[in-house]
């Protein structure tokens, strides 16, 4: 069982940043691929970065690559998601998850989830 716990959301101004971190608990952390997704309200959980064990290989959605970066340290049992440049359609609950295999863009593809963060931007 793994506990993932998100964080760093608030209200920000377009334009601006935030830093979401996801804490995990479990010992076996480091060999555990991580993704972040994000849903806003009526649509379809949507997926934005994915990494893997090490942090030396990651994925991008087109809507977020060259403004968010995936990242995490391990010796923390965290992964982050700093957040350049948003916009107001950014605004969304954002999750992390752990990756079980398979498409890694796809949310069937990840088994743990946290319980959300929220990101609002104002235009």
């Known amino acids: 069982q793994v506990q993932l716990v998100e964080s760093g959301g608030g209200l920000v101004q377009a334009g601006g940043s935030l830093r979401l971190s996801c804490a995990a608990s479990g010992r076996t952390f480091s060999s555990y691929f991580m993704g972040w997704f994000r849903q806003a309200p009526g649509k379809e959980r949507e997926f934005l970065a994915h990494?893997?064990?090490?942090?030396?290989?990651?994925y991008y959605a087109d809507s977020v690559k060259g403004r968010f970066t995936i990242s995490r340290d391990n010796a923390k049992n965290t992964v982050y998601l700093q957040m350049n440049s948003l916009k107001p359609e950014d605004t969304a609950v954002y999750y992390c998850?752990?990756?079980?295999?398979?498409?890694?863009?796809?949310?069937?593809?990840?088994?743990?989830w946290g319980q959300g963060t929220q990101v609002t931007v104002s235009s």
């Open positions: 998850a752990v990756y079980r295999g398979g498409t890694y863009y796809s949310p069937r593809s990840y088994d743990y």
């Open positions: 990494i893997n064990y090490s942090g030396g290989r990651t």
